[in-house]
């Protein structure tokens, strides 16, 4: 019954967005008084428990979508005294009435309305608030149009910022894990747009307070072995305790990323679609904090990045506390934020090689990949050159290939196995696709990367891992081994790669990109790589083809070999007709005429 009245409304709110599309403006002067008219009736003790009131609040949620920014002045009655305020003074046996306006405020376009209209966001704020506290079931509409009228209004906000602090002291303990999360991206919202030196000591307040919390959690466990001998699915307080707390600093670090067209002006699009930045040469403004403030953020810094290496010890068999913990570091990677969230990485390298070897998480390889993407060379406090996230340089080359190299003597041995490989990557094929893609994208920014891996690293990616990954049967990770290979054999140093290489912030592209001689060796190399395994590649294609993989598979195994094909013209030819020669091959039901038609097909 839930399910199909749900249905129905969804039915009745497109038949209102038809209406307003035909009405425009003029819808709200009917649903408007009728609101305030319905209002009047409960307050007279005739509108029994609001379902009337109710609906003409969805009626209006379902319009907002359509809603006018700069020229709707019926909202100005909607948000103030006679609707909201009205709202805000009914019992609590109208919850239903508070959960749809709730909703109503962050949907679609209002809450860009209220940063257009800064006078309503106070009480919009208040009655948001103050409804976490009306009834649990409100809870995740009142967080969620908070997230959302936070975000967009972030810059009138920074005002409260201390009021959301203390709101978000008291309220934490009653709300959900999620809900906490939600919460937290909202008061850390509001902190972006200050300046930071009013910005860190709030930001050190709340991750320290955090941090704080998973070390007493931590030497709790550390001084109890028996909790960490349970297994990861049994619910111990101290497991879900860290576990929170690695959200909400994630949730801190989400906050405090800038919206989306906040960077609009500063932004120009390339040619080529790579965004890059005008004014690469503007002044960071956390370089401006006295020395003091500086010290406090590295001290804390340290802290953050001691504790989380101390997580990935305590909870190194543990693979949802892991993948908690790496998400979190892909977001300090992935996005410009105070440097006491920033890693250190070549510290962070060591770490991820370290927990790998002992649990063989996926998920440590796409924090590697973000890793590799993210380096650059910079400078610290003596002026001395060391690794920061960022751009790249050729420092930053040196590094990708020693970590590359140590992360591939983590990885062969694993998808190796005992002399089967077939058997070992079917079994670890989540940590195929991790790999491959990493191999890819490190392919694009970093090739020589690849090239300066050791030779028997190149005898076992070439000989074994490619060859065998291309027969996994497994969709996802088959998949990531045909784009690798596809960009191997496609691999040009021309401007479609370089493209690549631009990234927020960048001027120049790298250097091996630049050079055309230096990139003309790096496409030679790697071609040769696939020329020495190329009767093999076809090969295991042209048997994926014939029954190996599903037939979902076959475009992708198409696309490779005509490639191969395309690339290497002189040899294909002959590796195709040497592998059809074969009696029974790929299979007993492919008859010479068969092959003669491929071979046809392919070769136009």
């Known amino acids: 019954m839930r399910e199909k009245f749900r249905l129905y409304r969804m039915d009745k709110g497109e038949t209102l967005l038809a209406c307003n599309r035909i009405l425009g403006k003029s819808i709200y002067d009917i649903l408007i008084p009728l609101a305030i008219q319905q209002i009047e009736e409960i307050s007279q003790g005739r509108g029994e428990d609001g379902q009337a009131f109710e609906s003409t609040l969805f009626c209006l949620k379902s319009i907002a979508e359509e809603v006018f920014i700069n020229d709707t002045p019926h909202l100005h009655i909607l948000f103030g005294d006679a609707i909201m305020g009205r709202i805000s003074a ?16 962050g949907e679609q376009r209002h809450p860009s309305w209220l940063n257009k209209n800064p006078l309503y966001l106070l009480p919009v704020i208040t009655f948001l608030m103050n409804s976490l ?19 967009v209004c972030r810059k009138q ?87 929170d707390m690695l959200r909400l600093l994630k949730g801190v670090c989400q906050g405090i ?102 649990n063989h998480f996926a998920i440590q390889i796409r924090v590697f990949t973000i890793l590799f993407q993210s380096v650059k060379k910079g400078s610290n406090a003596s002026g ?16 990708v290939c020693a970590r590359l190299c140590d992360l591939n003597s983590a990885i062969i041995p694993l998808l190796l196995g005992n002399g089967n490989p077939g ?11 991790a790999y491959f893609k990493l191999l890819t994208r490190v392919l ?24 065998t990954g291309l027969g996994l049967q497994e969709r996802s990770s088959c ?75 076959w475009p992708l195994i198409a696309d490779l070999l005509h490639r191969i094909i395309t690339h290497f013209p002189d040899d294909a030819r002959g590796w195709v007709v040497e592998c059809l020669r074969e009696e029974g091959f790929p299979t007993v039901h492919c008859t010479n005429a068969d092959k003669e038609d491929f071979v046809k097909g392919m070769m136009v």
Do not use: Y
Not at 174 to 202: K, M, T, Y
């Open 257 to 358: 990323q800038k919206s989306e067209g906040d960077d609009v002006e500063d932004e120009a699009v390339a040619e080529n679609g790579a965004i890059v930045v005008e004014n690469d040469e503007a002044v960071d403004p956390f370089a401006l904090l006295d020395s003091a403030m500086k010290g406090r953020m590295g001290q804390l810094s340290g802290v953050v990045w001691e504790t989380l290496g101390a997580v990935f010890q305590v909870f190194s068999t543990d693979e949802e506390t892991i993948d908690i913990a790496c998400s979190l570091i892909i977001m300090t990677l992935q996005t410009k934020i105070p440097i006491m969230f920033t890693p250190n990485p070549s510290t962070l390298a060591n770490l991820l090689l370290q927990s790998f070897s002992t």
């Open 157 to 243: 906000l920074g005002g409260i910022a201390q009021n959301m602090l203390d709101a978000w002291e008291r309220m934490k303990p009653g709300l959900s894990s999620n809900d906490r999360v939600r919460l937290i991206r909202s008061v850390s919202a509001i902190l972006e747009p200050l300046s930071p030196q009013e910005q860190l000591p709030h930001l050190m307040t709340l991750a320290g307070s955090m941090i704080g919390e998973m070390r007493t959690t931590l030497a709790i466990l550390a001084a109890s072995p028996a909790l960490l001998s349970q297994p990861p699915e049994v619910e111990v307080a101290e497991r879900l305790l860290v576990r």
């Open 479 to 553: 998949s990531a081994v045909v784009d690798f290979v596809r960009d191997l054999v496609s691999f040009n140093t021309g401007r479609s790669h370089s493209s690549k290489r631009m990234i927020m912030g960048s001027k120049s592209m790298n250097a091996e990109s630049q050079e055309s001689q230096e990139a003309q060796k790096c496409r030679d190399l790697l071609h040769g790589g696939v020329a020495v395994i190329g009767a093999r590649l076809v090969r295991v294609l042209i048997m994926d083809i014939g029954g190996g993989l599903p037939t979902s598979m």
């Open 384 to 399: 001395e050159d060391i690794l920061v996230v960022g751009d790249s340089s050729n420092m930053v080359l040196e590094w």
């Open 133 to 151: 506290n009306v009834n649990a079931l409100l809870t995740g509409a009142a967080v969620s149009s908070l997230e959302q009228v936070c975000s």
């Open 423 to 433: 058997a070992a990557m079917a079994e670890h094929s989540d940590v195929v696709e």
């Open 90 to 105: 009914f019992p609590p046996t109208f919850w239903r009435v508070r959960l749809t306006f709730c909703l109503l405020i």
């Open 444 to 467: 694009a920014k970093h090739p020589w990367a690849i090239i300066r891996l050791p030779e028997s690293h190149h005898q076992v990616l070439f000989g074994d891992l490619i060859l």
